[in-house]
């Protein structure tokens, strides 16, 4: 009588020990989705903090570079945030754009190259000894500033580091 309680109370201790309910895996899946998609959506999230930043870069450059062109004369330190990623903001004349950042790719789709209107490009890179000439400008923790100047007899603004 002894044996058949001892062999009967080891089946139902591995019988329990096998089963786990619906409910519980259920609860794991919708877990394991659930962080998933907070993954996905702050990493979104920054993505769209990023291209934030690039576009007021892009647009109080231009408000800027606008307002020296209408001037007779000025050399204006300007100063910009750009997301931390980008380590330089070059100058190049290529054609269909002339502001590009490195690296290229920050981890987001961004367009990182633009065309900013008003600068004479020619004489910004006219001082480079690189080939293709370009000058590029440092960022430093997402900061980068540089020098707005135009002269009396110049038609379009030049930019200087």
Do not use: W
Request: proline share 2%; hydrophobic share 40%; with cysteine.
């Amino acid at each position: 009588l002894y044996k058949i309680q001892l062999s009967s109370l080891i089946m139902v201790e591995k019988k329990g020990e096998m089963q786990i309910g619906f409910g519980m895996i259920f609860s794991i899946f919708l877990i394991i989705a659930f962080i998933a998609f907070a993954i996905y959506g702050v990493s979104k999230f920054l993505c769209v903090n990023k291209m934030a930043q690039i576009e007021s870069f892009r647009n109080d450059f231009q408000n800027d570079i606008n307002r020296a062109y209408k001037s007779s004369h000025i050399s204006q330190s300007v100063s910009y945030t750009l997301p931390k990623k980008i380590k330089q903001v070059c100058f190049i004349d290529d054609g269909y754009s002339n502001v590009y950042f490195v690296p290229k790719d920050i981890g987001c789709q961004i367009e990182g190259e633009m065309m900013i209107k008003n600068i004479d490009i020619t004489k910004t890179i006219s001082d480079s000894r690189t080939r293709p000439k370009k000058l590029c400008i440092d960022t430093a923790s997402g900061k980068i500033t540089m020098t707005i100047k135009k002269s009396h007899n110049e038609a379009y603004v030049t930019i200087t580091k």
